[in-house]
């Protein structure tokens, strides 16, 4: 089915990274060092955020998260890794459908906050994995 010019596209799916998320041992340390010598810019929540233009609608600024955590936060849980991955999504609800049907492990239910809708799910390597509907 070819979507219409003036009927945005609805499918439930990701479309991009929202964010890297990392254990460190010492993340205000190494968040000090980046800032020096790379120059990223690290804001209130404790990461630094790299903005973009959405190629299909260049009105919408798109942010990518990195963010270091510190070694053993709970955030992960229950994965075991020392990353998680977070995926901007669009039609938030109809993909955790889509997920229950396929029989993934659904961590939490969908929390909404002024910047945009969350759910957590793990992959079958154990990965927590954060979904991201952005608030535009």
Same mark, same amino acid.
């Given at each position: 089915? @070819?979507? =219409?010019?003036?009927?945005?596209?609805? $499918?439930?799916?990701?479309?991009?990274?929202?964010?890297?998320?990392?254990?460190?041992?010492?993340?205000?340390? $190494?968040?000090?060092?980046?800032?020096?010598?790379?120059?990223?810019?690290?804001?209130?929540?404790?990461?630094?955020?790299? @903005? =973009?233009r959405n190629f299909d609608n260049p009105e919408k600024l798109e942010s990518t998260?990195?963010?270091? &955590?510190?070694?053993?936060?709970?955030?992960? =849980?229950?994965?075991?890794?020392?990353?998680?991955?977070?995926?901007?999504?669009?039609?938030?609800?109809?993909?955790?459908?889509?997920?229950?049907?396929?029989?993934?492990?659904?961590?939490?239910?969908?929390?909404?906050?002024?910047?945009?809708? &969350?759910?957590?799910?793990?992959?079958?390597?154990?990965?927590?994995?954060?979904?991201?509907?952005?608030?535009?």
């Amino acid at each position: 089915m @070819e979507e =219409s010019q003036n009927q945005p596209d609805t $499918t439930p799916k990701v479309t991009g990274i929202g964010g890297i998320f990392f254990f460190l041992e010492n993340p205000k340390e $190494t968040k000090d060092w980046y800032a020096k010598n790379l120059g990223l810019e690290i804001n209130d929540w404790g990461s630094a955020s790299f @903005e =973009s233009r959405n190629f299909d609608n260049p009105e919408k600024l798109e942010s990518t998260q990195w963010c270091p &955590f510190k070694k053993g936060d709970e955030y992960f =849980s229950p994965s075991k890794k020392e990353f998680m991955i977070n995926y901007r999504v669009q039609n938030i609800e109809g993909l955790l459908e889509n997920l229950k049907e396929n029989g993934v492990t659904i961590l939490d239910d969908i929390e909404t906050y002024d910047y945009g809708k &969350f759910v957590h799910i793990m992959d079958t390597e154990g990965n927590k994995i954060e979904l991201w509907e952005p608030i535009y």
